[in-house]
């Protein structure tokens, strides 16, 4: 008998400029909000993304942008910035989102590194832009995001253009090239906390993939009925990728531009019924200072995506106070950044509140898509126990398998797997939990100290905003704890009330052997404590002469 192995279903390619078409055609009159530099709000649809993001592909391939090229981008969370999401994937040329809170010498730095042959300014950047144009030879036309008249004429870039202008004099109607879904469509830069930042390159499959995944009910689960903010920079991971899936579904998506304070985020929040958000833990202490110091309720508000960092145990009850579902989630630049995410399964949901709490602080399980595992010292891979930590490695069609030009080498194992960096355990549910970065954690007298879980105790304390512990040298145990807080406006605490705080909590010699209280967390471009400044400053305080 004849054997049949060829399915029969047709082949398109997952490309973004389907995801963009379906919400002009499916989603045409659902609005994207954004707040520009003056605090206005400007609104649009998806309709309108979809004319203006074809407008400016034209512009772009009029400018000689072709397939291959990489175009930067040095802006905000706003309806331009969205634009370029799509209009230069849509050619077949790389969007480089340049985070442009990173220090000068790292901007200038990535630029080169990615060869960007166009770069697209913020208002509020070109001074920035201005300052290192002599530095970034292959930028060979810089491009500022608004109208001609909307800032100063710059002086140092050249023969200037302005987005509007520019895709003003261009049709809203293209055919759109027949690009390989395996084409390279965006590239995000890691921190670079150590060493140099290194470029992850994103594909169209892994985007789509990725889209779709966050998109699932037991993921972000988001639909056309939601309203979606993210407060997670575009230049951070692609906003987690909210801006393609979103699209996707046809989610009305809401902007925050510059304005990431208390204040603006929750007039947001209220006044276009946001339902979902997403962000670092910090943000959100901000808007719940705002809301709870003027009496406000959360509104619409169903549920919060909180990664980056670990989510503290009082910001997820004061945010179940207001009626809203903080989601610990956990990815990072390589993974797009959906790895893990703690939403309950049918054991989970069945047990008694306290114990499904604690499992839902963890950093989550694996959605569809990745595969996970824990490497111990001696190699062996741990088993599902929740106390078997080694280094987490992990797998999937939206994980990176190397970096741009090659920086770092070979990373993947011989069966694929990407080393995170993160140090942790997967429990006999399925759920992982990250214990601290490779970088973080403490050896204290040959036994590991998690800093992550210090932190979460400590900030549990009705008093404090924010805490960070880092290692600090020993002479007789190598390594201790040294625990920094910030305190909430008004709140006082001294190092006696923190200690007793911690006391009964934890193994008596996990105890930080001091505590520091400081006005202002050193954070990293992306909102997360910069542990390694406060590490490096304060790694002989036990010792200084040392």
């Known amino acids: ?37 003056d605090t206005s709000i400007f609104r649009y649809t998806y309709e309108d993304l979809a004319n203006r993001s074809r407008q400016a592909t034209n512009a772009l391939r009029r400018l000689g942008v072709e397939y291959g090229d990489v175009v930067g981008t040095l802006a905000w969370n706003h309806h331009w910035h969205m634009e370029c999401f799509y209009s230069i994937p849509g050619i077949g ?5 340049v985070n442009p809170r990173l220090f000068e010498d790292q901007i ?9 042959k166009v770069l697209m300014v913020d208002q509020d950047f070109v001074a920035l832009a201005e300052n290192i144009s002599d530095k970034i030879p292959t930028v060979q036309q810089f491009i500022i995001l608004g109208k001609k008249g909307c800032v100063e004429s710059p002086t140092r870039l050249g023969d200037v253009l302005y987005y509007d202008d520019i895709i003003a004099a261009e049709s809203d109607q293209i055919d759109w090239p027949n690009i390989d879904e395996r084409t390279a469509s965006g590239l995000c830069y890691t921190s670079g906390t150590t060493g140099n930042p290194k470029g992850v390159l994103y594909s169209h499959r892994s985007t789509v993939l990725h889209s779709m995944a966050i998109a699932q009910p037991d993921n972000l689960s988001l639909s056309a009925l939601d309203c979606v903010m993210p407060a997670a920079p575009l230049y951070h991971a692609q906003s987690w990728g909210l ?15 510059r304005h990431l304070d208390g204040k603006h985020l929750l007039e947001l929040i209220r006044n276009e019924k946001v339902t979902t958000g997403c962000g670092v833990p910090t943000i959100w202490t901000l808007v719940l200072g705002y809301a709870e ?16 960092t670990a989510l503290p145990t009082n910001i997820r009850n004061r945010l179940r106070e207001k009626g809203v579902s903080a989601v610990q989630i956990w990815g990072m630049t390589e993974t797009s950044p959906l790895g893990t995410i703690g939403r309950a399964t ?12 604690a499992q839902l602080l963890k950093q989550g399980r694996l959605p569809w898509g990745v595969e996970m595992k824990i490497v111990l010292d001696d190699g062996s891979i741990a088993p599902h126990d929740g106390i078997s930590t080694g280094d987490i490695w992990v797998k999937g069609p939206w994980i990176a398998k190397g970096y741009l030009h090659g920086d770092g080498g070979d990373l993947l194992d011989s069966n694929g797997f990407f080393p995170t960096g993160d140090v942790g355990h997967i429990d006999e549910y399925g759920y992982m939990k990250i214990t601290d970065r490779s970088k973080d954690v403490i050896k204290s007298g040959g036994e590991w100290i998690s800093s992550i879980d210090i932190e979460d105790v400590a900030s ?8 960070a512990v880092v290692a600090s040298y020993s002479e007789k145990w190598d390594e201790r704890p040294l625990l920094f807080l910030t305190l909430k406006q008004g709140a006082t605490l001294d190092k006696k009330a923190m200690l007793d705080h911690l006391a009964g909590k934890m193994a008596s010699w996990w105890i930080p052997d001091d505590v520091i209280i400081i006005t202002e967390m050193p954070m990293t471009a992306t909102g997360k404590i910069r542990k390694l400044s406060l590490r490096e400053e304060y790694w002989n305080y036990f010792h200084p002469s040392a």
Not at 293 to 308: E, F, M, P, R, V
Not at 460 to 467: D, E, K, L, Q, S
Request: glycine share 4%.
């Open 1 to 37: 008998m004849a054997k049949i192995n060829v399915g029969l279903m047709q082949e398109v390619s997952l490309t973004i400029p389907t995801l963009l078409e379906h919400a002009a055609k499916n989603h045409a009159t659902t609005e994207i909000v954004a707040r520009l530099q």
């Open 93 to 97: 040329a790389v969007c480089h989102t």
């Open 108 to 116: 200038v730095y990535i630029i080169n590194h990615a060869q960007d």
């Open 243 to 257: 801006p393609y899936a979103a699209c996707m579904v046809g989610s009305k998506f809401v902007l925050p531009g």
């Open 293 to 308: 110091s003027n009496q406000l309720d959360l509104a619409s508000l169903k549920s919060l995506l909180i990664g980056g």
């Open 346 to 357: 049918r054991e989970v949901a069945a047990m008694s509140e306290q114990s499904r709490d």
């Open 460 to 467: 549990n304390h009705p008093a404090v905003n924010m805490a």
